[in-house]
């Protein structure tokens, strides 16, 4: 779901003014990949610790990207478009409240010694 999102950005910035392409829409792009880039890099580490940075990192910009989108939204940039994908946004800022829930308790349970 977040690279879906990370291409839906591409696609809808490709529409905002030329004067956009190096601003605002280049900070999008960049904030939307590192969603998913995010977590992958989490899975490839190998402390639930260093999991955890990796997820808060992605959540980090999946609230850019939410800032982003209403930021264009604003100024006219996006219509009805935004409104899709800051529900995929949020759903996926859920899921990543979760899973670094999970993370974080079952760093728990390894850390604490068994009977």
Do not use: C, W
Request: net charge neutral.
């Amino acid at each position: 779901m977040a690279m879906d999102i990370a291409v839906r950005v591409y696609e809808l910035t490709e529409a905002f003014p030329k004067r956009e392409q190096y601003g605002l829409a280049q900070q999008l792009r960049r904030a939307s990949v590192s969603i998913s880039s995010n977590i992958a890099e989490g899975y490839g580490r190998k402390t639930h610790k260093q999991t955890f940075h990796f997820l808060e990192n992605a959540l980090g910009s999946a609230f850019e990207v939410e800032t982003q989108l209403e930021l264009a939204t604003r100024l006219g940039f996006l219509d009805s478009q935004a409104a899709a994908i800051l529900g995929e946004i949020k759903s996926i800022g859920k899921g990543l409240d979760s899973l670094m829930r999970y993370v974080e308790r079952d760093s728990h349970e390894y850390a604490t010694p068994r009977p």
